[in-house]
Each structure stands twice: as structure tokens, then as C-alpha cells.
């Protein structure tokens, strides 16, 4: 397999990706941009610490890179099945430090099933938005590094009792479940870990959306 024919094949991954340059690619998957850039130019060969990350974080299919064969990501969505696109926030994150989903922020356009957001009972695709979570304290509903489904909202008064939430406070933003008294006289933030406390709201939040379900992206 030719390095040079492997460095084109790079190239096509980050233009898939929304024309993302070599160091923001780089800075993504935690390598450094002059190995990527080699990497590209074919004057440093895909070793296994290269491969790994880059599989991992954009979960890339290795033998599409290395050969050629197969589909460019894992698990790709076979062009027979309806699809819808939904904001992708690569380097956005929730639960321990993800701030509010503005314009301001990039994002990647994410085709996927509209029978998966169907069955999450999620109408509007436009509405939805795919980001990572990190930490612990929503263990077991969702690990460090899993991507979750936010559905956007406005108001307090329209999640329910329980339901996992993004709050922002005062610009730090959690994933958790939002408790509130069954006469709005009060709310919190619950952990599914017994080992987190729970957080009292005032007035300085603001709910950014509910979580309908979980998923690994293919970028």
C-alpha cells in the first residue's frame, strides 16, 4: 500500500468532515499537526498510535484508509435508508464543562436514520443536537466519551419531573436529572451517582435541552 495513495485518503476524511484543517483534525483526535501533515505527504508511515486515535475519536474504518475498501466510517448508513441531518459538536461537551449550543460554535452536519429519531419521539431533526458527555456522575445512564441526543427547549415548565436535562448556570452546563416540585416552587440537578450532591437551582439558569437517547457518531 502506497503512503502517498494512505495521505489522500486523509485528505478526503477531513473535507468529509467539514473541511477541517490539519490542526484542528489533529487537535480532535490528540495527535499533533506535523504528524499529521507527514502523515499526509507520506513522509511518516500510519503507525498503530496514529491509527488508534484516529479510528477512535472519528471512528473511521482503518481498512478504508489503509486500502481502500469498504465505507469511509464504521457503520455507515446505507444510502437506501431515509436519512435526516442533525448539529454534530465534535469538540463540544456536556456535563462537566458544555456550553450553551450557539452559532458561534462549529459544528458537522450528521446524516442519520430518521427511524432512529423516530423511536427516541423526536419530530423535528432541526431541533436536535449530538454531543459528547464526560465524567462520571451519570453513570450508568451515560459514560465519559459517549455522544448524547439533545433535544432543544426553551422552558423549565416544559421538561418533566426527572428527566435528564443540559442546564447551564452561570456558564458552567451539567448533564442531569432535572427534579422540580410538582408546584415550580423549586428546582434541582440530581447525579445517578450517589457520590455527587444535589444542585439547587435559583433563577440563574437556563435549560439548553433534554436528552433522548445515546449513540457513537461515526466522525
Not at 37 to 47: K, S
Not at 116 to 135: F, H, P, R
Not at 180 to 202: F, H, M, Q, T, V
Amino acid at each position: 500500500m502506497s503512503k502517498v495513495d494512505i495521505g489522500e485518503r486523509l485528505k478526503q476524511i477531513r473535507k468529509v468532515l467539514g473541511n477541517l484543517s490539519v490542526k484542528k483534525f489533529a487537535d480532535g483526535a490528540g495527535l499533533s499537526d506535523y504528524k499529521v501533515r507527514d502523515c499526509e505527504l507520506g513522509r511518516q508511515r500510519f503507525d498503530d498510535e496514529i491509527l488508534s486515535a484516529i479510528g477512535n475519536f472519528y471512528n473511521v474504518n482503518i481498512d478504508w484508509l489503509l486500502r481502500g475498501t469498504g465505507a469511509m466510517f464504521i457503520g455507515q448508513i446505507a444510502d437506501s435508508v431515509k436519512k435526516v441531518k442533525v448539529n454534530y459538536y465534535p469538540e463540544v461537551s456536556a456535563a462537566m464543562g458544555y456550553g450553551a449550543i450557539n452559532s458561534d460554535l462549529e459544528c458537522i452536519k450528521y446524516e442519520i436514520s430518521a427511524d432512529l429519531l423516530e423511536t427516541m419521539g423526536i419530530k423535528d431533526s432541526a431541533a436536535v443536537d449530538l454531543i459528547k458527555v464526560y465524567g462520571d456522575s451519570m453513570e450508568p445512564f451515560a459514560s465519559s466519551g459517549e455522544s448524547v441526543f439533545v433535544e432543544r427547549v426553551e422552558r423549565a415548565e416544559s421538561v418533566k419531573n426527572n428527566a435528564v436535562a443540559i442546564v447551564n448556570i452561570e456558564g458552567e452546563v451539567y448533564l442531569k436529572r432535572f427534579v422540580k416540585d410538582p408546584l415550580g416552587r423549586w428546582y434541582k440537578l440530581r447525579s445517578e451517582n450517589p457520590a455527587y450532591a444535589d444542585i439547587d437551582l435559583r433563577d440563574n439558569f437556563a435549560i439548553i435541552g433534554v436528552v433522548r437517547g445515546k449513540f457513537k457518531p461515526f466522525v
